[in-house]
């Protein structure tokens, strides 16, 4: 999938790995969500373990070089958290600090979207941290709803917002 022919959003590869780790472990820090110990860090550099649960996309500039990666999930699946029947979910979306503020996350967003509705989801779920107020635009701005009601903790001083996207009604 080709964005406004700057980024490549397209499936990951094993050679992606490294620099999709590096750079989701750099946008958690960078946002201040690793700023607590809770070994989340760890599971952010185990890409394998991620592409084993899921599909990895990943968004590639025009240099070839990765700037943006993101899990996408069914309903249950080892990564999924708030997906239910019928409905798809990505986890871990990051953009390279570097390349922020470029249109990368969308792009991965809508590409998540996009695999969403090739399976025949009727909607993708989405949960973020309450303090992420850059991703939280970027939900509010791809058309995402905040749902309270499934907002949750996982761990003390862990607070998720969760956020649907309904594509019953999309075309």
Known sequence: MSVGGELVVRAAVASDFDAIARLTVDAYRSDGQLAQETGYERVLADVPSRAAAGEVLVAVDQGGSVVGAVLFVLPGSRYAELSGPGEA???MLAVDPAAQSRGVGEALVRACVARARELGATAVVIATRDFSHR?????ARTGF???PGLDWSPIPGVDLMAWRLELLDQA
């Open 135 to 139: 991703a939280q635009r970027l939900y």
């Open 145 to 147: 709803l905040r749902v």
């Open 89 to 91: 979910e990505f986890r």
